[in-house]
């Protein structure tokens, strides 16, 4: 029972740390959502019963190249990313969140 419980508390950690790499207009922050995505992907592989896949992931992905992306951000000095106004980019937004809900609303209802 608790594991049930625990792979869904770190799915949804898993999905609002992804939502926080897309909507993050600074790369850093961006970049360390990332991290706490894969770190939650390995606890999800450890729940699932493989231990050396979610070693993996973390010594490799969340290490080693998460490392080396931060390593990059700051040499660079890449700035956050400044607000623009246009009113085309929130109409395609809709349209495909629409889309979306749609495409989604076939899937469960035809299933």
């Not at 740390?17 to 592989?45: D, E, H, K």
């Not at 400044?82 to 989604?104: N, P, Q, Y």
Request: glycine share 8%; aromatic share 8%; proline share 2%.
């Amino acid at each position: 029972m608790i594991t049930v419980v625990l792979f869904y508390v770190f799915a949804a950690l898993a999905v609002a740390s992804a939502l926080v790499v897309v909507a993050q207009r600074n790369p850093i922050y961006s970049a360390f959502g990332l991290i706490v995505t894969l770190c939650s992907m390995a606890a999800i592989f450890g729940l699932l019963g493989s231990p050396f896949i979610a070693a993996l992931q973390v010594v490799v992905c969340a290490g080693a190249i998460m490392v080396l992306f931060l390593f990059v951000l700051m040499l660079l000095g890449v700035k956050s990313e400044d607000r623009t106004s246009g009113s085309t980019l929130k109409g395609v937004a809709t349209a495909l969140a629409l889309a979306l809900a749609l495409e989604i609303g076939v899937v469960l209802l035809g299933a």
